[in-house]
């Protein structure tokens, strides 16, 4: 199993919340499952792809909990949502995977 927390550093917005999870996982020494997405080096809707590709290689068969806020409706705010289908990371703010 594996932790990839999906966001940018570079807003004020919710997004910057996941790879702030991510560093805070990843440097918890009780934690030990590989997370990929930080503050240092975030997993965004840009490098997406790539970085996922990048993992699978590393990690064979393993399963992937993704992290990622949601711009969403009010009467969903604070929700967590367990899917178990594909994501469409900034989908709610108009961008596009690569």
Same mark, same amino acid.
């Given at each position: 199993? #594996?932790?990839?927390? &999906?966001?940018?550093? %570079?807003?004020?917005?919710?997004?910057?919340?996941?790879?702030? =999870?991510? *560093?805070? +996982?990843?440097?918890?020494?009780?934690?030990?499952?590989?997370?990929?997405?930080?503050?240092?080096?975030?997993?965004?809707?840009?490098? #997406?792809?790539?970085? &996922?590709?990048?993992? %699978?290689?590393?990690?064979?068969?393993?399963?992937?909990?993704? =992290?990622? *806020?949601? +711009?969403?409706?009010?009467?969903?705010?604070?929700?967590?949502?367990?899917?178990?289908?594909?994501?469409?990371?900034?989908?709610?703010?108009?961008?596009?995977?690569?």
């Amino acid at each position: 199993m #594996l932790v990839i927390c &999906i966001g940018t550093n %570079r807003t004020n917005t919710i997004d910057y919340r996941d790879p702030f =999870i991510g *560093s805070l +996982l990843k440097e918890d020494r009780d934690f030990d499952v590989p997370v990929y997405g930080t503050m240092v080096k975030p997993i965004h809707v840009l490098n #997406l792809t790539q970085s &996922i590709t990048e993992t %699978r290689d590393l990690h064979l068969n393993t399963i992937i909990i993704a =992290i990622d *806020s949601a +711009l969403t409706t009010d009467d969903k705010i604070g929700q967590i949502f367990i899917k178990s289908k594909r994501m469409l990371p900034g989908n709610g703010v108009g961008k596009k995977m690569k």
